[in-house]
């Protein structure tokens, strides 16, 4: 048979690193299926699955929102804040309900952080920034505070940033779920048993970088800004865990309680029916 391109979009991040690392360097089998990756930051990822440009990709929860005409989110591949997740920072001890009165620099607005953010606080000033520049711009006071996700949630202090709300805490205290960040998705079209296989190979290469995991790691390395091995092993082990191999009863319930939340304080437009590949 000829091979099918499968074009896989994931974030310039250690923990999607570590997750396509089998599939990315022929470790695994793929049969006559042929994937290709693409690098790019999650909100830009977001973009290009509401346009269908890819036939798997990571998205944030809150984007699959609006993906659900044309993909699918796979069992495995989650990314899941368990008692923690994205943060807001900032250079003065504010509190949360001064977040409502300061300019916030937030990594993209259909990402879950985003999401969160607004069930936490409702509506505020913010300014779209480049996920990777936000502390920085915090920093030097561009804006009064950060939304930060990916690997500055361990790093925010080396800069001399004040945690204000870790928003994975706030969640699991108000709902007592894990926090649903990230996911992939699969595009329909391809049909059930192409969709059968690319989510049977992924599930296989997250479940190699775990049973090879300094090979993994040292891989992953490569996309882990300002971090040394100790620091990545621990950002990894926080979200590629037994939650990315499958979502199981309790992820795929905080799935659901997460957009109906979403839905019932009016961030996204429709009540969503969350549709897992089986």
């Known amino acids: 048979m000829p091979q099918q391109l499968i074009r896989v979009g994931h974030s310039p991040d250690p923990d999607d690193a570590f997750m396509f690392y089998a599939l990315a360097n022929d470790k695994i089998p793929t049969g006559n299926l042929k994937f290709t990756h693409e690098l790019q930051d999650i909100e830009t990822l977001n973009r290009r699955a509401m346009r269908g440009e890819l036939e798997v990709s990571a998205v944030s929860i809150h984007a699959y929102a609006h993906l659900l005409d044309q993909y699918a989110l796979l069992p495995s591949g989650c990314s899941m804040g368990d008692n923690y997740g994205p943060m807001v920072v900032a250079r003065d001890a504010i509190t949360l309900d001064d977040l409502k009165k300061v300019k916030i620099a937030v990594p993209g607005t259909l990402t879950t952080a985003f999401l969160t953010l607004k069930l936490a606080i409702g509506d505020f000033e913010y300014e779209v920034v480049p996920f990777d520049e936000i502390l920085a711009r915090v920093e030097d006071r561009t804006y009064d505070a950060g939304l930060i996700i990916h690997e500055g ?31 992939n998705v699969v595009r329909k079209d391809l049909g059930a048993e192409t969709i059968r296989e690319v989510s049977r190979l992924l599930k296989m290469s997250i479940q190699y970088s775990l049973d090879h995991r300094r090979e993994a790691l040292e891989h992953a390395l490569q996309y882990a800004r300002d971090m ?27 799935v659901a309680r997460l957009l109906t939340e979403a839905h019932a304080a009016g961030i996204i437009p429709a009540a969503v029916n969350v549709e897992f590949v089986e």
Do not use: C, H, S
């Not at 040394?228 to 905080?254: C, H, K, S």
């Open 153 to 183: 949630q361990l790093t925010f202090q080396n800069q001399g940033l004040k945690l204000i709300v870790d928003l994975g805490v706030w969640w699991q205290q108000r709902t007592g779920l894990p926090l649903p960040l990230g996911g």
């Open 228 to 254: 040394d091995i100790g620091l990545a092993d621990q950002f990894v082990g926080m979200y590629v865990n037994e939650w990315t191999l499958d979502y199981g009863e309790r992820g795929r319930t905080a």
